[in-house]
């Protein structure tokens, strides 16, 4: 998904978040290079969760080594991601 994000859509940047009790995510969103950034805080079933917000920039991204990845069928879908047919663009994506 990454993969997709920056080297084919373009993304500057992709988040994700985590309670910050579920330690599992929080290392998963970490090992992947994703940096913290920010605490949301919502009421969930009458009591106050917090969740940790991390944010992985394209730099940081190029940094971390991957196994190759090849990805077909993205040619005319172009416009369903927010970006012209002609190439990579400025797409920022998060999830």
């Not at 993969?3 to 993304?11: I, T």
């Not at 913290?36 to 009591?47: A, E, M, N, W």
Request: charged share 20%; with cysteine; aromatic share 6%.
């Amino acid at each position: 998904m990454l993969h997709l994000a920056f080297a084919e859509l373009g993304a500057v940047s992709a988040t994700s978040m985590s309670f910050t009790d579920n330690l599992s995510s929080v290392s998963v969103s970490r090992k992947l290079g994703y940096r913290p950034d920010g605490i949301t805080r919502d009421v969930l079933h009458g009591k106050v969760v917090e969740s940790q917000r991390f944010r992985l920039s394209r730099e940081n991204w190029d940094l971390q080594e991957r196994p190759p990845v090849t990805v077909s069928g993205l040619t005319g879908c172009e416009e369903l991601f927010g970006i012209d047919g002609g190439g990579a663009g400025a797409a920022a994506l998060t999830g």
